[in-house]
């Protein structure tokens, strides 16, 4: 699950991002953190972590640096 988690993540950032027009406000990027946190605490955490990080990330979020627990 986990492998297929970052295969997403990575199919995302390389062929899906590049093709929005806004960027995220935190740092690292939202992908860049799904992808941290999946390779460090796995499919279910990591991937509860994104999610989390993926609905607060929105253009009247202050943004800004934002790590992997």
């Given at each position: 699950?986990?492998?297929?988690?970052?295969a997403?993540?990575?199919?995302?950032r390389?062929?899906i991002?590049?093709?929005?027009?806004t960027?995220?406000p935190?740092?690292?990027?939202?992908?860049q953190?799904?992808?941290?946190?999946?390779e460090?605490?796995?499919?279910?955490?990591?991937?509860?972590?994104?999610?989390?990080?993926?609905m607060?990330?929105n253009?009247?979020s202050?943004?800004?640096y934002?790590?992997v627990?």
């Open positions: 699950m986990k492998k297929i988690l970052i997403l993540i990575k199919f995302y390389k062929y991002s590049p093709m929005k027009t960027k995220c935190y740092y690292p990027s939202c992908s953190y799904g992808l941290e946190a999946v460090k605490y796995g499919a279910l955490k990591g991937g509860l972590l994104a999610a989390w990080r993926i607060r990330c253009p009247f202050k943004g800004g934002d790590p627990p």
